[in-house]
């Protein structure tokens, strides 16, 4: 017998992403709501309506809405995940959505294997649940961010920014005190019922690690997003790291 489009969909669940396929949602109790529907919104028109010739990197795709969103645009896109499941989700809305996807099963800090710079990378939802958070951004400057880069992670703490200095006597110890200084709170059992949530920053920390890593901030359309822009400065990444390299002692 063959499988209808809500039995496809059943046996790929659970769903992250809330999509449209064949008139179906995928996640409807979605605790977010119409997620990422409703986030996309937020942001979108800093992405160009018409990508016609320009190539896209979607990382860790899950069930493919911004890659999709990209290729309905005229992209070229190609996407990863290191979730075999959240690939085939992607691989069923994609079909079902006319466009074409291609997909990688392939994490993070594997991007050098892709052998190409891309025009957009995308780099929504990941950067938290990474236990080398730096390193996988430096990895993206140094092999497949080639002109802008979409960024988002979750924060917490404070949302302000104050100007640091740029060096601090040994002595020095109130200024780690501040709220507003860059903060990486690390998690090391579950937050929000999510083992794989490592290191939540807060706004300071994302906008300096983005600078530290060769990252310029053209635009922060809503909390949590960036579009940034590659500087050809690697900033303070050592260049056994920028390269993917282990450091030997």
């Given at each position: 017998m ?18 449209r396929?064949g ?19 937020g942001?979108r ?10 190539t896209?990197l ?9 890659a999709?969103?990209?290729a ?16 085939a989700q992607?691989r ?17 800090y ?11 990378v ?21 092999h497949?961010?080639?002109?802008q ?10 949302p302000d ?5 740029q ?10 005190d501040a709220?507003?200084w860059?903060?990486?709170h ?10 794989t ?5 807060n706004r300071?920390a ?6 530290s890593a ?10 949590e ?11 303070h990444?050592?260049?056994d ?7 030997r002692?």
């Open positions: 063959t499988d209808t489009l809500a039995d496809r969909i059943r046996d790929l669940g659970p769903w992250f992403h809330n999509l396929i008139g179906q949602q995928t996640a409807p109790d979605h605790p977010l709501g119409d997620y990422p529907s409703f986030k996309w919104q942001f028109h800093v992405v160009p309506d018409d990508l016609s010739g320009r896209v979607d990382i860790g795709c899950n069930a493919g809405f911004y999709i969103e990209m309905r645009r005229g992209a070229q896109v190609t996407a990863i995940d290191s979730d075999p499941r959240y690939l992607a069923l809305a994609a079909d079902a959505a006319g466009v074409d996807v291609d997909l990688h099963h392939m994490d993070v594997q991007v050098a294997q892709l052998g190409r710079r891309f025009d957009l995308i780099f929504m939802g990941v950067f938290y649940h990474l236990r080398h958070p730096l390193l996988a951004l430096d990895l993206l400057h140094a497949v961010v080639g002109d880069m979409l960024f988002q992670s979750m924060q917490r703490g404070s920014v104050v100007p640091v200095a060096d601090h006597p040994f002595a020095e110890w109130q200024v780690f709220p507003t860059p903060r990486l690390f998690v090391e059992h579950s937050y929000a019922q999510d083992p949530n490592w290191f939540v920053p300071a994302v906008e300096a690690l983005l600078r060769g990252f310029a901030i053209d635009r922060h359309p809503e909390p997003v960036y579009l940034c822009s590659r500087t050809p400065d690697a900033g990444a050592p260049p790291l920028a390269s993917g390299q282990a450091q002692r």
